[in-house]
């Protein structure tokens, strides 16, 4: 059973930067993407970043040029530098493992809030 577990939330002010880490417990196939999700309050889930084995990289508009998504495949561990943070950036992070079939693996989440 894969679990991943989110490290690295917390509160910063609006220009700051901040950097979640993810680490995926089981086996994480060459196959899998990592990535991150986030969800502000009344919001849908909605994607942020994810990352391929080989280091692909697909990011939101909304933060593409702030964020970055890295990944240490030794390690079942995917990053998230977050730069430039703007109140709008507050929500629960989530990361997750994503797998052929639309299985996907959810952590619990890590909440960013972001002061203006």
């Known amino acids: 059973q894969v679990q991943p577990v989110e490290f690295g939330g917390g509160l910063v002010q609006a220009g700051g930067s901040l950097r979640l880490s993810c680490v995926a417990s089981?086996?994480?196939?060459?196959?899998?993407?990592m990535g991150w999700h986030r969800q502000a309050p009344g919001n849908q889930r909605e994607l942020v970043a994810t990352?391929?084995?080989?280091?692909?990289?697909n990011y939101a508009d909304s933060v593409k040029g702030r964020f970055t998504v890295s990944r240490d495949n030794a390690k079942n561990t995917v990053y998230l530098q977050m730069n430039s943070l703007k109140p709008e950036d507050t929500a629960v992070y989530y990361c997750?493992?994503?797998?052929?079939?639309?299985?996907?693996?959810w952590g619990k989440g890590t909440l960013v809030t972001v002061s203006s």
């Open positions: 997750y493992v994503g797998r052929a079939y639309g299985v996907n693996y």
């Open positions: 990352i391929t084995s080989g280091g692909t990289t």
């Open positions: 089981g086996t994480i196939f060459s196959t899998d993407v």
